[in-house]
């Protein structure tokens, strides 16, 4: 596919078995290109990656003071969380804060990514519900604004309501884009999602991880985003999750967001400066790849250490092992970040 090279080899022996293809871009707070592999202009679906920009029309109408939202709230509306209970929740607060209840969220549901979760469920001869669903915080967010605008809860999914109509002005500003500039389309969740270059998402994540700086950055909900984050990593993922284990060990600030098909959005900030890194997997391959890219981004990048990447690695990659266990592959990274 064109913009695409190869990023993620899966060797079998000796042997090069498959290969995975993809693109990164790191940007700089500035709108300076830092590094890439494949073409940075690569159009993309955001999927999840946008969740920490979509939360920002909450933050900047006050609703979130309104209702008193606490950081864990906040950073679980961002998350793509396992379901878990203290997920669950934090959900369930947030709707009983703004007088609705589960049966408001228009997600779907789905059972708990957390499969102790899941498991527990079953044993207690529960359905998963709408709670469970990894992008019920989103949807609970959506729901908080569209009742703090007086505007109707119903129709919160409609690409032209009030609440989604703010999301994509903000999107579309904080990835530096004319409006009207990125394309739609339906995620996962029911929610409207974009596509734009790749590079137009890594400049997103730089700009949030700039208005994280001082009090007076320019961006405050950004700013107020990013400590949520940052104080909160389980509620971005949860436990055994990538994004959570990324931004404990990360340096720098690291905020790290996951997205299906593939994406991966990261953002630090060093010497002042707030960098972003878009990444797409082509074949939308959700583990090995991207977490080995990811991975290998970051060290090469040095906002993760070498023994954090390795250890990351082993817990989130591993070995190509066979029925027996026996190790007979590896999977490994082909590019470099110049």
């Known amino acids: 596919m064109p913009g695409y090279v190869p990023l993620v080899e899966v060797r079998r022996g000796d042997s090069v078995e498959s290969l995975h293809f993809g693109a990164i871009a790191v940007i700089d707070a500035r709108g300076r290109a830092v590094t890439a592999a494949g073409d940075p202009a690569t159009p993309v679906v955001l999927r999840s990656t946008a969740k920490p920009a979509q939360v920002l029309p909450l933050l900047d109408a006050g609703a979130a003071d309104r209702f008193h939202f606490a950081d864990e709230e906040i950073a679980v509306m961002i998350g793509s969380h396992g379901g878990e209970p203290f997920h669950v929740r934090a959900v369930r607060s947030i ?202 981004a970051l060290r090469q990048l040095e906002v993760l250490s070498g023994e954090d990447a390795a250890d990351l690695r082993s817990r989130f990659v591993g070995e190509i092992r066979n029925h027996r266990g026996l190790v007979v592959g590896s999977v490994g990274t082909t590019f470099r970040l110049v």
């Open 95 to 296: 709707l009983k804060t703004i007088g609705l209840d589960e049966k408001a969220l228009q997600c779907g549901a789905h059972a708990p990514y957390h499969r102790p979760s899941a498991h527990a469920l079953r044993q207690r001869g529960e359905q998963p519900t709408a709670l469970h669903n990894n992008c019920s915080g989103k949807h609970a967010g959506m729901l908080a604004l569209a009742v703090h605008l007086g505007a109707p809860v119903d129709m919160y999914l409609d690409p032209g309501h009030p609440v989604q109509a703010r999301i994509r002005a903000r999107i579309e500003a904080l990835a530096g884009l004319p409006a009207g500039a990125t394309r739609l389309a339906i995620d996962g969740c029911s929610a409207p999602t974009f596509a734009m270059p790749l590079s137009s998402l890594a400049f997103l994540y730089a700009r949030l991880a700039a208005a994280a700086g001082p009090a007076d950055a320019p961006d405050p909900a950004a700013r107020r985003a990013v400590a949520a984050m940052r104080g909160h990593p389980e509620m971005i993922g949860g436990t055994d999750r990538l994004c959570t284990a990324l931004m404990r060990a990360g340096r720098h600030g690291l905020l790290a967001k996951i997205g299906a098909e593939g994406m991966y959005g990261l953002a630090w900030q060093k010497d002042g400066v707030g960098f972003g890194l878009a990444l797409k997997i082509s074949d939308g391959e959700g583990q090995r790849a991207r977490f080995s890219a990811a991975l290998e």
